[in-house]
C-alpha cells in the first residue's frame, strides 16, 4: 500500500515537472519569436505608447540612444494620434525634430515611419523628397521594411487628392526602377509579391495621368501590368 502511494507521488511529480517544461520551452519560443521579428516588435511598442502625450513621444524621438524599434513605435503613434491636431509653430518644431532624427538614423524602420509622417503632415514640401525614397524600399531585403513602405505609400496615395503633381512623382520613380530591372522582367508571367505592389502603385499614377503614359515603361512591363 505505502509502494502504490509512494509510486503515485513520484508518477505525479513527473508529469508536473513535464508540464512546466513543455510550458517554459512555449514561453521561450513565443519569446524568440517576438525578439526576431520586427512586425510583432514594432506593433507592440506602438501598443504600448498609444497613451503617451506628444512631449513624451518626441523626447523618445531625440534621445540618441533609444532602441530603434521603440522610436520607430513612438514616431507611429504620435503620427496615427497627434500629427492632424498640430499646428503653426508646434507643427514646424516637431518636423525639424523628425528631419533630424532622419538624417542622424541609421534605420530603416525610423526612417520610413518618420517619412510616412512628414508626407501626411505637408504632402505639397515633403512627397517630392520622400515618396521617391519609400519606393525604393520595397526592394529592401528585409520583408518587414518592405512592408512598412508599401503600407505607407498606400496610405500616402490613399488619403491624397489624386494630384496629377504626386502621381507623377510616382510614375517617374518607378519607371526609372522598372527600367532598371527590365531585363529579369523578360521572363516572368507572374508578378512575385514586391513587383505586385510597384505595379498596384504604377496602375494608380496612370489612372490619374492618362494611358499615354504607357507608352514610356519598358515593354517588358506591358505585358504584365
Known sequence: ??????????????LINAQSTLLHAQTDLLSEETIFND??????????????????????????????????AAVRVFRDKHSDKVFSREKAIIEKT???????STSAFVQVE??????????YRYFNSMVPTLIRKLDHYNSAVNELAYAALLNITETGHNRAREAR??????RRVLFLSR??????????????????LLRWSIKILGTQELRRLPKEVIGIL
Open 183 to 200: 531585363k529579369r522582367l523578360a521572363n516572368v508571367t507572374e508578378p512575385g509579391p514586391r513587383l505586385a505592389q510597384k505595379l498596384k
Open 98 to 104: 523628425l528631419i533630424r532624427r532622419l538624417h542622424r
Open 39 to 72: 512586425k510583432l516588435l514594432l506593433d507592440g511598442y506602438a501598443e504600448k505608447y498609444t497613451d503617451e502625450p506628444i512631449d513624451i513621444l518626441m523626447e523618445m524621438v531625440k534621445d540618441d540612444n533609444l532602441n530603434a524599434y521603440k522610436m520607430a
Open 169 to 174: 512623382i510616382v510614375f517617374n520613380t518607378l
Open 1 to 14: 500500500m505505502k509502494r502504490t502511494a509512494i509510486f503515485t507521488l513520484i508518477l505525479g511529480m513527473v
Open 114 to 123: 518618420i517619412m510616412h509622417t512628414l508626407c501626411l503632415m505637408d504632402r
